[in-house]
């Protein structure tokens, strides 16, 4: 069962789910098509991991629908979950088994077996590059082989849609490079994928298309530039400072210039139009709100601008 | 069925490589068993060996009756007769007897002197005195001559109550003596099958090594069972979930795994402790039925208190709690059959307590004993596990 030309691999429509009182996704609509890299990006706790428990069958939504190659997903379309490969964020491998053994094992689940799973973990090993060290004990493994394992236990069994939640969560830089790298040659190799993060240049690397995700809504949906659209030519400003940082932000708010401004960590974040030409006011402003300013940083305009002006919030808060 | 399966196979490697798990199935539960066993194999192969010189001065039928009839008729009992009641207490003074080592022939453990007109007296029911004298050196020994000669006694009283009964019917004379010897050798035509729980209970050994499995089995099958609960915190649920298979395949794998692991522990007990410790624990298809019954009452009760359970520690606490206590209600650390009354009902609540009241049961090598038992545990497991599957299948996520 694979998606019909034309047809979206998926396809979910006004997804809602609550726990309790507290609405984790609302109204969530969005569609992947075949060959696509899909991300997901928002804060933690903007509804990412619930989506896409739902579109895994792992969760039944409250409202809406999800439909994988035309089929309803939901907990118990077991046959719909044969085109799901999900890797998830916490690392869902055994620790006490090999790798050729936590492969073989969830792709039994998958139905496979015999020669045609022999050859298939093998390939996979290959893809993670993990055959050196195919018969030692994962709990011996470093955090990014753990990582890489995790992912392949996913693509194990050439699933219709892989689904990757944060998966370069905790990784160090190398191992990240390389997890980043195979997703890149997967989404070159035609498959689907969602890959949900809250890093930024992760989405603007891997993804065709980003839908930016804010308690539990989608707030914005489209290309890399068609996101940065939303902003206009306007520039990232970050004064790294100490003080009154609150203050400091709600003054420079007031400028004409400036689009948004908010604070994140220790930083105050602005959108500014022509961030150079207003630089020494901006200043100014920030040392008469009882702000000390470290260090300036002007970027052009990319999704954490997107993301601030759509929610006066930094990705990162 | 193949998916459940697939999980079972799974979870059984992954125990095979827990070290955890064989010290609770097997080491522990077979230590308890063998240190108890060690202390109580003594008793265990206990059979009695005695030596009893007999001065039958009265040469009459009933002091005769007593001494072929009755201890000639016991196996590892020797019969030493003489002729004096002085020869007779010669022999059971160690410091002198002429009987030593020098004719190698060891002293007696007890005397017993029939007194002359012994069997008249019966007959005439005067007062009449058997004595018994015991070596100081065999306390045992000597006390069972005391008991057999006091129930000889006793046998002989109601043999006069008899005969005074007959007289009073019949209106006639009859000879006491003739009729009581008479009496004492004919074989009771009604044959009293003692049923009493001291005739049911099981020897030390057998007791503690089916105490120790039974009561380690819950223990043994906990571990498969919140392993539903560690999936779950380690984030191998969610894959599990997202699987193209059933949720009850998941609950299948798991409670198959703990029903395998449960069943492999017992197995290697009973076998272990038959060998190493002389535990006889009853006909094997008998204990094979008691064996799968409690299997099925553990798994019931580990699911009920994993389905509540909010986690994997939660659910191994509450889960020790109870097994203890369903452990010590149903008396595997110590007979309470036999401490009657309340506590003696109470074991009943426990699997444990119908576990060992089959094997008790089963002493009587009648196959058909265990069916109560057996009925009385299902219906333990398949309650409780019918209410602990519901729980455990909505508690299924990530």
């Excluded at chain 1, 993060?197 to 839908?211: Q, S």
């Excluded at chain 2, 009893?52 to 019969?79: C, K, P, Q, T, Y």
């Excluded at chain 2, 380690?216 to 915190?233: D, H, K, M, Y």
């Excluded at chain 2, 545990?377 to 299948?393: E, H, K, P």
């Amino acid at each position: 069962m694979t998606a019909t030309p034309g047809e979206p691999v998926l396809e979910c429509s006004g997804i809602s789910k609550s726990f309790g009182e507290h609405a984790a996704v609302t109204g969530l609509a969005f569609s992947v098509a075949p060959g696509e890299t899909y991300g997901l990006l928002g804060p933690n706790g903007a509804g990412k991991t619930t989506t896409i428990s739902m579109i895994a069958g792992l969760l039944e939504p409250d409202a809406g629908e999800i439909r994988l190659a035309g089929e309803p997903m939901n907990p118990d379309a077991t046959h719909t979950k044969r085109l799901v490969g999900l890797v998830p964020q916490d690392l869902a491998i055994y620790p006490d088994l090999d790798a050729v053994e936590n492969l073989e094992f969830f792709g039994q689940l998958q139905g496979m077996k015999g020669a045609e799973l022999e050859r298939r973990v093998a390939e996979v090993l290959d893809i993670i590059e993990l055959t050196d060290r195919a018969q030692d004990r994962t709990e011996h493994y470093s955090g990014g082989m753990k990582r890489r394992l995790n992912i392949g236990v996913g693509l194990l069994h050439r699933p219709t849609l892989l689904i990757l939640d944060e998966p370069t969560v905790g990784v160090d830089p190398q191992s990240r490079n390389a997890i980043l790298d195979s997703v890149e040659r997967l989404g070159e190799e035609g498959m689907a994928v969602l890959y949900t993060t809250h890093y930024m240049e992760e989405a603007e690397r891997l993804c065709d298309r980003i839908g930016i995700v804010d308690q539990g809504k989608l707030i914005a949906e489209g290309t890399q530039a068609d996101l940065i659209r939303i902003v206009g030519q306007r520039d990232r400003l970050t004064l790294t400072a100490t003080g009154s940082l609150a203050a400091t932000a709600s003054a420079l708010g007031e400028l004409e210039a400036v689009d948004d401004a908010g604070v994140s960590g220790d930083e105050v974040v602005l959108i500014v139009d022509r961030a150079h030409d207003h630089l020494p006011r901006i200043l100014e402003i920030a040392a008469r709100t009882g702000s000390m300013v470290k260090s300036v940083n002007v970027d052009s305009a990319d999704l954490e601008s997107v993301f601030l002006k759509l929610t006066g919030r930094a990705l990162r808060e | 069925m193949g998916a459940a399966w697939t999980i079972a196979r799974k979870d059984l490697k992954q125990r095979l490589r827990d070290r955890s798990a064989y010290i609770i199935g097997i080491v522990a539960p077979l230590g308890l068993a063998l240190v108890f066993g060690f202390v109580l194999n003594p008793l265990s192969g206990f059979e009695f060996e005695g030596r009893f010189v007999v001065a039958d001065l009265d040469r009459g039928s009933v002091s005769r009756a007593f001494v072929e009839g009755v201890l000639g008729g016991i196996d590892g009992i020797e019969v030493i007769e003489v002729d004096t009641a002085a020869e007779a207490e010669t022999l059971v003074d160690t410091e002198v007897s002429p009987l030593g080592g020098t004719e190698g022939i060891e002293t007696a453990d007890a005397a017993i002197i029939f007194p002359v007109g012994f069997s008249a007296d019966v007959q005439s029911e005067r007062p009449v005195t058997i004595q018994v004298i015991g070596n100081q050196g065999s306390e045992t020994e000597a006390g069972i001559a005391v008991a057999m000669v006091e129930g000889y006694a006793s046998e002989l009283t109601a043999v006069r109550v008899a005969v005074a009964t007959v007289e009073n019917l019949v209106g006639a004379e009859v000879d006491r003596l003739a009729t009581g010897v008479e009496v004492l050798q004919t074989p009771n035509p009604v044959t009293v099958r003692d049923d009493t729980a001291s005739t049911k209970q099981l020897d030390g050994v057998t007791f503690y090594a089916a105490g120790m499995a039974i009561f380690f089995l819950f223990f043994t099958v906990q571990s498969g069972i919140t392993g539903l609960l560690e999936e779950r915190r380690t984030g191998t649920m969610s894959r599990l979930l997202s699987s193209p298979i059933s949720r009850t395949s998941v609950l299948g794998g798991k409670m198959l795994s703990a029903f395998l692991v449960g069943l492999v522990s017992m197995a290697v007990l009973f076998v272990a402790t038959t060998i190493a410790v002389d535990a006889d624990w009853g006909p094997p298809l008998g204990v094979v039925l008691l064996v799968l019954a409690a299997i099925v009452a553990a798994i019931g009760i580990v699911s009920i208190i994993a389905g509540f359970a909010r986690s994997e520690e939660q659910a191994t606490a509450f889960g020790s709690m109870i097994g203890m206590v369903l452990g010590f209600l149903g008396g595997t650390f110590f007979d309470v059959s036999q401490a009657g009354g309340l506590l003696a009902s109470l074991r009943f609540l426990s699997p444990h307590g119908w576990f060992m009241q089959g094997l008790a049961d089963l002493r009587s090598d009648d196959l058909t004993v265990v069916v109560v038992p057996v009925l009385a545990m299902l219906a333990f497991g398949l309650v409780t596990g019918a209410i602990g599957v519901s729980r455990l299948r909505k508690g299924l996520r990530p």
